[in-house]
């Protein structure tokens, strides 16, 4: 993906689902304000990485040259307009760039973004790993309702791990989850 890529605009019902061994290079945002179901398996993970990752999916343009390295890419940004969202087997790499800080309200600010950046959001997620950020691995914004994240590996970030700027205003359900070098 070249440039900023929004799924929906919010409360349209769109969805966009991955399949196993999906691998998305990109340099900027993937906003989230409607659903993304990301479902991958054990062998075959669903990947969002830089463009300069060649471990992921090989070289995709033949005009790259260069290492992956944290902050080639924004990260992915799930809104509070966003419903349903899923994120399970999936790997997030190299994000935390400064770049497009989508707002829940519409339209965007400038700024260093998480890994993955949740705002008043509570998508499910499971059996990820997040890791070599130039930021946080996962900020918490705005309050969810409930976030449950079970069987993260957050590894290798300039900040936090897990950064919760807002708590949920009902649960907050941790469990099985590693930190490692952040």
Partial sequence: IDGDFEIGAGNTNITLT???GVVIKTN????VRDRLLAQGTPS????????YDMSAGGRTESSLSGSPAGGQWTGLQFLN???????????????GAYGTQYQPSGGALGGQIASVRLVGVS???????ISQGAADGVRLEAGA???NMANIYLSSHNAYGL?????P???LYLKGNRFGNN
């Fill in 28 to 31: 900027n945002a993937i906003g």
């Fill in 81 to 95: 307009s966003s419903s349903s969202s899923s994120l399970n087997k999936v790997v997030v790499r190299y994000a």
């Fill in 163 to 167: 950064n919760a700027e807002a708590l």
């Fill in 169 to 171: 205003s009902g649960s």
């Fill in 18 to 20: 991955l399949d196993p």
């Fill in 44 to 51: 075959s993970p669903i990947t969002f990485t830089s463009r």
């Fill in 145 to 147: 309702s409930s976030l």
């Fill in 123 to 129: 998508p499910t997620i499971d059996g990820i790993e």
